[in-house]
């Protein structure tokens, strides 16, 4: 029993996790997760935070874009990451194009699978809603500058057209990725983007775009068709990434 304001946290036991925990609640409630400092992979150093508001299931969608980051100080490269794909509900399917080498049926609502570190692009489609989660490799696993950081992927059916978002100028190097339908005209603070790459034959292109730190950190992204975005950061041994907007509409189940 909660009042307004109130906050339950939970913790687990050390090596615990609740990936595939569904929260639910007789009123309306915020839920975050996130790790207090994890490696990825596990083996690899060095750890970091995680941290990343949860969309509700009620906006959860049937199809995402998974694309990776750009390494730095080679942004000409793209950094690995490890993927979980996670079933609201039980018996659901999942198909990948390109394929990856994973479990494709999730038995129970909660259950995930995990791709193992990957620069991979891929489209990942379900025949009932799922959650994406990718996840930065650290520093020690050679895939340029910064540490462990979460993403919580936004489903193509929440793509926007236009994004208001900011990246702090004291990073050393920020970015902004954008997923768009084949043939949109977009741009970047005004500038339009050149340099999209085919994502195999999903229909979208992918362009990395790095941010100026000369402003104040406020940034725009505005397409003729709707487009999906995360931004992301690094410095030494650091780094952030988070959704730039979504539409978070309620898609029924």
Known sequence: MLNEGDVLQLITATGGEFTGSIVSAD??????????????????????????????????????IVVPPVQVPNDAAEKAVIVRVVASEANTTLT??????????????????????????????????ILVAEYMVGQGANFGTSDPAMLIAVPSAQYRSSYLFYAQTAWQANYVDIVA??????TVDGAPVGNFVAIGASGFSLAHVKLSNAGDGSHTVVGDQKVGISVSGVV??????????????????
Do not use: R
Not at 112 to 125: D, H, R
């Open 27 to 64: 009123k309306p409630v915020q839920v975050m997760g996130g790790h207090e400092c994890t490696n990825v992979p596990l083996d690899i150093v060095a750890c970091d935070h995680l941290e990343e508001s949860m969309f509700p299931i009620e906006t959860l969608a049937t199809e995402y």
């Open 96 to 129: 990948f194009d390109p394929d990856q080498p994973v479990n494709k049926l999730l038995a129970n609502a909660g259950d995930f699978v995990e791709i193992p570190p990957t620069t991979a692009k891929f489209v990942v489609k379900a025949d009932k809603k």
């Open 181 to 186: 339908p084949a043939g949109a005209n977009v």
């Open 236 to 253: 030494d041994y650091g780094s952030y990434w988070y959704p730039g907007g979504l539409d978070l509409d309620v898609i029924p189940q």
